[in-house]
């Protein structure tokens, strides 16, 4: 990577730092572009180099941080050596959902948008060009000793359901606090791969 790349790298980087530290503490609605690109240091057009807007830079942070999120319990599952979809797909959202009952500032802001960050663009656009979460679990399901069918589908239900039930669980401990809720999350994540399962 040559100096001026490295140099776009570290702005673009500086800006997604900033923005996520103040969406996070004083909310994406109280956030000017102006107070981005002040507190990153880096020029306004600058920002605009990169995104359209404050939702543009919100978006793009939500795919980032899913992917970091994803990345990491992907490394993990690779060190663990576990086999088998279902085992796997567990493992992948255990990892995920205990990240973010660390991280509650990051599973605010993430809210019920895993689906967006990890699958969305790839499954609604068909831009596989640079979504390496979507192609990790492609692998996963293509080395399965089973075949599924509609496997986009069954990909969206178990990341949307994993989603939306550890957000309102860990926030609000709803229906039950995620340690007691766990077990029924899983069982049915196990049933959705098991239903598209083909003979």
Request: aromatic share 12%.
């Amino acid at each position: 990577m040559g100096k001026i790349d490295e140099n776009k790298r570290r702005k673009k980087e500086a800006l997604f730092n900033t923005a996520y530290e103040l969406f996070t503490t004083k909310g994406i609605n109280s956030t000017a572009i102006s107070d981005i690109v002040e507190k990153a240091g880096v020029a306004k057009g600058t920002f605009y180099l990169y995104f359209k807007d404050k939702y543009d830079i919100k978006n793009k942070l939500v795919v980032h941080k899913a992917k970091e999120l994803f990345d990491a319990a992907g490394n993990a599952l690779s060190e663990a050596g576990i086999h088998g979809l279902e085992d796997q797909l567990i493992f992948i959202i255990d990892h995920v959902i205990n990240t973010l009952e660390k991280n509650k500032p990051l599973l605010n802001f993430i809210s019920k948008n895993l689906v967006m960050g990890a699958l969305r663009s790839t499954l609604f656009t068909g831009e596989k060009n640079d979504n390496e979460i979507y192609e990790r679990f492609l692998e996963l399901v293509a080395h399965d000793d089973y075949n599924y069918g509609d496997v986009d589908v069954m990909l969206f239900t178990i990341v949307e359901l994993a989603g939306s039930a550890a957000y309102n669980s860990v926030m609000y401990q709803e229906p039950l606090p995620f340690a007691e809720y766990r077990p029924f999350l899983y069982r049915a994540v196990r049933l959705i791969i098991k239903s598209h399962r083909e003979p």
